[in-house]
């Protein structure tokens, strides 16, 4: 794919992330020609975060970015996918060099950077992609991870005989950093976020009340650990 520079506004994104080889071929792999299948048999269920491919790009650690295109990424395969523009296929990108991904949106650009495992304060098995609630901060990131739910306890097997079909759950996660400068899960609760800043809970419980916060999104929750992580 052709590469072309990206913005400066996404140079603190890019620097602070982590390298890895692209290149692109098709839905191959087990899990994602599988979930393909099912999604075919049941629209209301795919693999995928969007609902719709929306124009993106990949990101480079070097701060070049691929060709825009439209993209989703794959919350059960944990990848990036893309629509190839002759086709129509959905086509699978080979993305280990790639530090994150950039969506296109009316509301503003998302922007999801890859976080390995070891970063989290309960060490994970593999790396994945994490939205940054705030970006460039990494302070609040969410993680998207879709399970495929089997429709009867002893297993299914895809056929054109099988009138049952399974769906794919998504479960949403969030994170904040900790004082190790971990990322710890917390739940959208005053009470969830205080828990791990119990060593500054008293700062923080009048940093809250003074500033009217209230935690009912992701993004309620960033002034807040910005200013813990700066005492």
């Given at each position: 794919m052709k590469k072309i520079k990206t913005f400066a506004v996404y140079a603190i994104f890019i620097s602070s992330l982590s390298s890895l080889m692209t290149a692109q071929t098709s839905l191959g792999s087990s899990n994602l020609a599988d979930g393909v299948k099912v999604m075919r048999s049941n629209r209301n269920s795919t693999p995928f975060l969007m609902n719709e491919f929306k124009v993106g790009y990949g990101v480079y650690e070097?701060?070049?970015?691929?060709?825009?295109?439209?993209?989703?990424?794959?919350?059960?395969?944990?990848?990036?996918?893309?629509?190839?523009?002759?086709?129509?296929?959905?086509?699978?990108?080979?993305?280990?060099?790639?530090?994150?991904?950039?969506?296109?949106?009316?509301?503003?650009?998302?922007i999801f950077a890859k976080i390995e495992g070891n970063a989290f304060d309960k060490e994970k098995n593999e790396e994945r992609y994490y939205q940054l609630v705030s970006p460039p901060s990494k302070a609040v990131i969410i993680e998207y991870e879709k399970e495929f739910d089997y429709p009867n306890?002893?297993?299914?097997?895809?056929?054109?005989?099988?009138?049952?079909?399974?769906?794919?759950?998504?479960?949403?996660?969030?994170?904040?950093?900790?004082?190790?400068?971990?990322?710890?899960?917390?739940?959208?609760?005053?009470?969830?976020?205080?828990?791990?800043?119990?060593?500054?809970?008293?700062?923080?419980?009048?940093?809250?009340?003074?500033?009217?916060?209230?935690?009912?999104?992701?993004?309620?929750?960033?002034?807040?650990?910005?200013?813990?992580?700066?005492?």
């Open positions: 070097n701060g070049e970015t691929t060709t825009p295109q439209k993209i989703n990424y794959d919350a059960y395969g944990n990848s990036l996918v893309y629509k190839d523009a002759g086709s129509g296929q959905t086509l699978k990108m080979l993305d280990a060099k790639f530090v994150g991904f950039i969506i296109k949106s009316e509301e503003g650009d998302v306890a002893n297993g299914w097997t895809s056929s054109q005989n099988n009138t049952k079909t399974g769906e794919y759950d998504m479960d949403t996660k969030y994170y904040i950093l900790n004082k190790n400068k971990k990322y710890e899960e917390v739940k959208l609760k005053e009470k969830s976020l205080l828990k791990v800043y119990k060593d500054k809970k008293d700062q923080l419980s009048k940093y809250i009340k003074t500033n009217n916060i209230d935690i009912d999104s992701p993004e309620d929750m960033v002034p807040l650990v910005e200013y813990y992580l700066s005492l």
